[in-house]
Structures are given as C-alpha cells and as structure tokens.
C-alpha cells in the first residue's frame, strides 16, 4: 500500500510541476511580448541598443516571475487535477480508499516549496535586478541625463550644479524632508549651503518656510535665514523619482532597517511598513491558491477543460489582486494597521478555499 501511495504521488507531482513550468514560462513569455510592444516606440526613438533593450527586459524577469507565480500555481492545480479527473483517476485513487487530501498532498507541498523559492526571489533576486531595470530606463532609454545617484543613510541626488542630500522623500505628496543642498562651481569648489527641515512642490516649485543658508566666498561664511522662499532644486517631483527609496528595490532586511530610521527621525514610515509585511504576506498566496483550486478541480470534474481552467485561474486571481489592492490602498492612507492592510487578501481568500475543500465530498 505504501509502495502504492508512492507511485500516485510521483504521478501527480510530476504532472503538477510539468504543468507548472510551462504556465510560469507562458506567462513571463506573454508578458514580456506585451512590454515589448509597449516600449519598442520608446527604445526605437530613443536609439537604444539592442544590448540595452535586451538586458532591460531580461532583469525584469524576477518580478515578472513574483507576480505571476501565483496565477501559475492555480492554473497547474486546475489543470492537472482536471486531466486527471477527465481520465478517471480521481476516481480510481478513491475507490482504491486513497482520501482526497492524500491525492492531493503532492500539490500542496509544491506550493510551499514555491512559496519559499518566491520569498528567495524577491529578497535575493528581484531587488538589485529591480535597481538595473529603473537605471537602465532612466539613463539607457529614455535617455534623462547622466545624474548620479547613490542611497544609503540618506538620499544623495546629483544635479547640473547642485547636490542634494535628502532625508526622505514623499513624492505622492510633493514633499522633501531634512534637504541639504550644495552648491558647487565648475571646479567643484562648494559655493553654498541650505538646510531646509521640509520642501512641497507646489506651483511648479520646491517651496519652503524656513531653513538656513550659508554662502562660502574668500573663506568668508555669510549665513542668512530663508523663510517662506523657494529651494534651488530644478527637478520636479517625476524626474526625482528613481532617487525614492523603493520597496521592490529593497530586500526585507533593508526595508526593516529602513522603516526603523525613519521613525527614529520621526517620519511617517506607514507605506514602508505595509510593503514590509507584504514582502511576507504575498508569497503565501501560492498556498492559497492551490487550496483554492482544489475544490473548483474536484468538483468540475470530467466536464472542465482547459479552457475553463485558464477561466477560472484568470478570474480568481484578478480577483485577488483587486482585493489586495484595496487593502493596501487603505493601508496606504492609514486607514487599516500595516498588518492587516498586508494579509487581509490572504485571509479572506485563504478562509474561502479551506471552507471550499471541506465541502469536498471525501
């Protein structure tokens, strides 16, 4: 019996896994299609080389990947169970007294182990290949300068004439905290400095109430008080944006010890810490959506096909991703906890399918 049960299982993680690869190969391949024919005027026109477009698109590869896992997970389970269904196995496996959650063990641990891998992915891979993507658009493709930039502690933003530190930046809300801004001259010498507590973008300008400023002339240091005056930042909110310190650019570690900086400094970290749950939180999904896949498998039986399968793996995770969006949109505005802003997807989907599965005649 045993010898059996071992057999069945290999039989259904193989036809699983199969069905799995060549979803998640689909899936990245019809998204990257799509993106080409969106981008190809942009890189057409802006005379990028094949070599810049190739590796544009091949580092967006593991957040395509991340995002698409899960509609590849729900697919493989509708499909595989579907075929077998279809051939009569299910059937056999039960009348051979093999219990539906035996037969279908084999997908479940799958989905955990892809669980984890996604986790692996987007904390190891997706971050630094996120950073190239942004880099390459910006100064390979679009073609908006040559300003460097760097992040650690703190932002730092090359201009024409200036550079910039910036604490943190709200750019959805046009505000600058904590700007030091340094002036320099052709030889680099530094010419002045300001130091503003807060920016808001406003009338097409970074305006301010109050900060200090101190100019450097003979090795003499004139300080001055500006109040209610305007920042000599040229750029406006978008062209700053690849300077913002990303959620997807950062691996979990990064993005705690971030968020705990920012509160030190007593900043609103509340957007960051719903993308640090959700750095946890979505993963999970995988889970759930062979869970829920399961029971819709089952009970459509040798009448599914793989139409249908592609129907209601296309339904069911749009649907998701509306509900999450929803939630961390109100995580966003503060209106829910972090936490439950993160995971209130993943629990209304994941009681749905346990309650689903139970209902599954054994």
Same mark, same amino acid.
């Given at each position: 019996?045993?010898?059996?049960?071992?057999?069945?299982?290999?039989?259904?993680?193989?036809? *699983?896994? $199969?069905?799995? *690869?060549?979803?998640?190969?689909?899936?990245?391949?019809?998204?990257?299609?799509?993106?080409?024919?969106?981008?190809?005027?942009?890189?057409?026109?802006?005379?990028?080389?094949?070599?810049?477009?190739?590796?544009?698109?091949?580092?967006?590869?593991?957040?395509?990947?991340?995002?698409?896992?899960?509609?590849?997970?729900?697919?493989?389970?509708?499909?595989?169970?579907?075929?077998?269904?279809?051939?009569?196995?299910?059937?056999?496996?039960?009348?051979?007294?093999?219990?539906?959650?035996?037969?279908?063990?084999?997908?479940?641990?799958?989905?955990?182990?892809?669980?984890?891998?996604?986790?692996?992915?987007?904390?190891?891979?997706?971050?630094?290949?996120?950073?190239?993507?942004?880099?390459?658009?910006?100064?390979?493709?679009?073609?908006?300068?040559?300003?460097?930039?760097?992040?650690?502690?703190?932002?730092?933003?090359?201009?024409?004439?200036?550079?910039?530190?910036?604490?943190?930046?709200?750019?959805?809300?046009?505000?600058?905290?904590?700007?030091?801004?340094?002036?320099?001259?052709?030889?680099?010498?530094?010419?002045?400095?300001?130091?503003?507590?807060?920016?808001?973008?406003?009338?097409?300008?970074?305006?301010?109430?109050?900060?200090?400023?101190?100019?450097?002339?003979?090795?003499?240091?004139?300080?001055?008080?500006?109040?209610?005056?305007?920042?000599?930042?040229?750029?406006?909110?978008?062209?700053?944006?690849?300077?913002?310190?990303?959620?997807?650019?950062?691996?979990?570690?990064?993005?705690?010890?971030?968020?705990?900086?920012?509160?030190?400094?007593?900043?609103?970290?509340?957007?960051?810490?719903?993308?640090?749950?959700?750095?946890?939180?979505?993963?999970?999904?995988?889970?759930?959506?062979?869970?829920?896949?399961?029971?819709?498998?089952?009970?459509?039986?040798?009448?599914?096909?793989?139409?249908?399968?592609?129907?209601?793996?296309?339904?069911?995770?749009?649907?998701?991703?509306?509900?999450?969006?929803?939630?961390?949109?109100?995580?966003?505005?503060?209106? $829910?906890?972090?936490?439950?802003?993160?995971?209130?997807?993943?629990?209304? *989907?994941?009681?749905?399918?346990?309650?689903? $599965?139970?209902?599954?005649?054994?």
């Amino acid at each position: 019996m045993y010898h059996g049960m071992k057999i069945i299982s290999r039989h259904i993680l193989k036809e *699983f896994v $199969f069905i799995f *690869f060549l979803c998640i190969t689909a899936l990245i391949s019809l998204y990257l299609i799509i993106d080409l024919f969106e981008k190809i005027g942009s890189l057409m026109e802006n005379h990028a080389t094949m070599s810049e477009g190739l590796k544009f698109f091949l580092y967006k590869i593991p957040s395509i990947m991340y995002q698409t896992v899960p509609v590849a997970v729900i697919l493989a389970t509708l499909l595989s169970l579907g075929i077998f269904s279809k051939n009569v196995e299910i059937t056999a496996m039960k009348a051979g007294g093999i219990s539906i959650i035996r037969i279908v063990a084999p997908i479940i641990i799958s989905a955990v182990i892809i669980s984890f891998i996604s986790f692996i992915i987007n904390e190891y891979i997706a971050p630094p290949a996120k950073k190239q993507v942004n880099i390459i658009k910006k100064y390979r493709i679009d073609k908006k300068g040559e300003m460097g930039l760097f992040k650690q502690n703190r932002i730092w933003y090359r201009g024409k004439n200036n550079l910039y530190s910036i604490r943190y930046l709200d750019l959805q809300n046009g505000i600058m905290h904590g700007i030091t801004v340094y002036e320099v001259d052709n030889n680099f010498n530094l010419v002045s400095r300001a130091d503003v507590e807060e920016a808001r973008w406003a009338e097409g300008k970074w305006q301010v109430r109050t900060g200090i400023k101190r100019e450097f002339k003979n090795g003499v240091i004139n300080t001055s008080v500006l109040k209610n005056g305007i920042l000599p930042i040229n750029e406006t909110p978008d062209e700053l944006q690849i300077t913002e310190k990303l959620s997807d650019e950062m691996t979990f570690s990064e993005l705690r010890d971030y968020i705990a900086k920012l509160t030190e400094d007593g900043y609103d970290a509340t957007r960051y810490m719903v993308d640090l749950h959700g750095k946890i939180a979505f993963p999970f999904v995988n889970i759930i959506m062979a869970i829920i896949g399961i029971p819709f498998a089952l009970r459509s039986g040798r009448h599914s096909g793989i139409a249908m399968g592609i129907g209601l793996s296309v339904i069911i995770g749009f649907s998701y991703w509306i509900v999450h969006a929803i939630t961390v949109s109100l995580g966003y505005s503060g209106i $829910f906890p972090p936490i439950i802003s993160a995971w209130s997807a993943n629990f209304m *989907f994941g009681i749905a399918g346990v309650l689903m $599965f139970m209902n599954v005649r054994q």
